[in-house]
């Protein structure tokens, strides 16, 4: 499952994947994620939060490298992964953002994601 919302007075977007990613999905979150960029101004934040996804298979990667090579040129200013304890799952998606040209910041809960990007309280 994916779910892509924009939050645009804070320049965000938040993607979470949760359980099994089929390929087929990955249609239908392209069309929100370029829904979603559309309402952001240049220079936004994603929080892309794969803690409760499980590892993808191979064709899952490869649309979802095309849908992360969407975001540099839509303006990525900092992206963070939420990774929980999803060791190889994490792995996959640093290689498919490295792939993509960024690299990611890395926290544990939706919470530190949050603060990274927003400071302390």
Do not use: K, W
Not at 15 to 39: M, P
Not at 57 to 70: H, K, S
């Amino acid at each position: 499952m994916v779910e892509i919302r924009a939050v645009p007075r804070r320049e965000r977007v938040m993607v979470v994947y949760r359980g099994e990613v089929l390929a087929a999905e990955i249609e239908e979150a392209e069309r929100q994620l370029r829904s979603a960029l559309a309402n952001l101004f240049p220079a936004f934040d994603v929080v892309c939060d794969v803690s409760a996804a499980d590892p993808l298979a191979p064709e899952a990667v490869n649309r979802l490298r095309q849908m992360a090579e969407l975001l540099l040129p839509a303006g990525l200013r900092t992206h963070i992964r939420v990774v929980g304890r999803s060791g190889q799952t994490a792995l996959q998606f640093h290689r498919i953002g490295r792939s993509a040209g960024y690299e990611s910041r890395l926290a544990f809960s939706l919470d530190e994601a949050e603060a990274l990007l927003d400071g302390p309280g």
